[in-house]
């Protein structure tokens, strides 16, 4: 199958979350399955032109914005370490910036001018390059609008397009891409679309609402947050739009990148270690711990690495850090994000040196060595439509400890006796949102970890576990078969 993957974010090339971790994983799943794909995203300032080859081709494409037209320049490259053709959209005046979507927490103003063009762009390359894919697969708001032009008839295109099927995922529901009305010739839609069974959402434009309506099949990044979305608690206003396409809705599990996570081959890590050759992690915790200038004892390392934002339980976890810091335990974070929670984070580091190693960068190698050398790792989020380091850290040995939501609770199971005796237990599950849970659940973790059987059977099952992407880009081609039949269907009845 020919599947072309539209993202706003490529782990290498340029990364702010997990979306850019499941654009490059996917694709490789689905190469080594035997598929043709090939893959489109921004020309950032931050992508690395020499160091990832990239080649400036002489093909440019044309795309109007409402009364202006804009023009960007194909470069192409492949992703590392395979033969993935990528295509970069090259708009100086749209990604040569500082930051990929905002600056200083504040998005760019012009953000509908920037994805809509990619959006355009991406296919408008396609005819030019000579390449028809059967699928086109748009992640996130910020490609949803290729979504929507495919489904309507693509940019006066039609005979080119007509055949091809669109999946839409959602990473994360909480980012639609919302514009005032105004700036609907953005679009380049018709302004029939603008309305309650297309675009409009409250008297504003929503880009992903867009997509959700006119893509062939939906999916989303686990089963749990599929079905989570369909109700108002998660459904950020989108809940009955969702609802209403539920038959064509999968919620298909993220797996991670087996090359990229791997303690027997991490570059990253002060000594190799595997499920069956442990002593390496031990060195890891010292490195670590020395590293962020606690003391090397044995009480539980807890590592957290992630974005300081309300969805992630970072005040629920300064709510309770006080109390947890009365528990046999040290913490590493890593993480940045709102300013207000780096000031707290600061204030609490400093109230509690040798216990709490706060680090507000954003640093691969530094995460890959708190996964490594941490025990335990805590994600007490709000929501959660996937989650990768609780896989992450299951395959570096380091129990998880997590909150039951969306694909937290699909991928992490509690200690409960049963579990353990069955050998399936593989962390810490807390229920409710509040910090006496949170709080609760690191007791019992801590308890554990001096149950010196209890916790190798955990690191044991964590680190056994299949998180690896075959079996996910199996069931991403089984949506993208449905997809194609529905667009096939759609040209029959034309
Ligand atoms: P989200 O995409 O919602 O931020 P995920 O858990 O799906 O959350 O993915 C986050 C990814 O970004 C993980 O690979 C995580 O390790 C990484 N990450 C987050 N914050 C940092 C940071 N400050 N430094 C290094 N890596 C980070």
Not at 27 to 53: C, E, I, N, T, W
Not at 254 to 262: A, C, M
Not at 383 to 404: A, D, H, W
Not at 464 to 472: A, E, G, L, P
């Amino acid at each position: 199958m020919k599947i072309y993957s539209l993202s706003s974010e490529i782990d290498p090339f340029a990364k702010t979350g997990g979306l850019a971790d499941v654009a490059a994983a996917l694709p490789k799943a689905l190469a080594r399955l035997g598929h043709d794909v090939r893959l489109v995203m921004p020309l950032y300032r931050q992508v690395d032109r020499k160091r990832f080859g990239l080649r400036r081709t002489r093909v440019s494409v044309e795309a109007p914005l409402g009364d202006q037209t804009l023009e960007g320049r194909l470069w192409e490259g492949r992703l590392p370490r395979t033969e993935i053709p990528v295509y970069f959209i090259d708009c100086q005046a749209l990604f040569d910036r500082d930051g990929l979507y905002q600056e200083q927490e504040r998005d760019y103003p012009d953000n509908l001018t920037r994805f809509s063009f990619f959006s355009q762009a991406a296919l408008r390359l396609l005819p030019v390059v000579g390449w028809a894919p059967e699928i086109i697969h748009c992640h996130d708001w910020q490609t949803s609008l290729a979504a929507v032009h495919v489904a309507r008839g693509a940019l006066g295109q039609e005979p080119f397009f007509a055949s091809m099927g669109t999946v839409v995922t959602i990473h994360n529901l909480a980012y639609q891409g919302l514009f005032p009305k105004e700036q609907w010739p953005l679009t380049q839609l018709p302004e029939a679309a603008f309305a309650v069974e297309g675009l409009e959402f409250y008297g504003q434009i929503n880009c992903l609402k867009g997509g959700l309506v006119c893509a062939g099949m939906l999916t989303t990044v686990s089963p749990t947050y599929s079905r989570e979305i369909q109700t108002e608690a998660f459904g950020c206003g989108l809940e009955g739009v969702l609802r209403a396409r539920r038959d064509d809705l999968a919620g298909i599990l993220n797996g991670i990148d087996p090359e990229e996570w791997n303690p027997q081959t991490d570059p990253h890590l002060a000594a190799p270690y595997s499920a069956d050759q442990l002593a390496g992690k031990a060195l890891c915790t010292l490195a670590l711990q020395r590293s962020r200038h606690l003391p090397e004892q044995h009480d539980l390392l807890i590592g957290m690495i992630q974005r300081l934002a309300e969805q992630k339980g970072i005040d629920l976890f300064l709510g309770a850090l006080e109390q947890l810091m009365t528990l046999p335990i040290q913490i590493v974070i890593l993480g940045t994000g709102e300013p207000a929670y780096h000031r707290q984070l600061e204030q609490m580091a400093a109230q509690f040196p040798g216990r709490l190693a706060v680090n507000l960068t954003f640093d691969n190698a530094l995460a890959h060595q708190i996964e490594a050398g941490a025990n335990a790792f805590l994600i007490p989020s709000r929501f959660e439509p996937c989650g990768l380091n609780q896989m992450y850290s299951m395959r570096f040995g380091t129990v998880p400890i997590v909150k039951r939501v969306g694909g937290l609770a699909d991928t992490v199971v509690d200690v409960s006796p049963e579990a353990v005796a069955e050998r399936r237990a593989t962390g810490f599950v807390f229920e409710e949102h509040s910090a006496g849970a949170l709080v609760e659940s690191v007791k019992r973790a801590a308890t554990a970890f001096r149950d010196h059987a209890l916790w190798a059977s955990l690191v044991q099952t964590g680190m056994r576990q299949d998180f690896s992407w075959t079996r996910s880009a199996g069931e991403y081609v089984r949506v993208y078969e449905r997809a194609l039949a529905k667009a096939a269907h759609t040209v029959l009845h034309r």
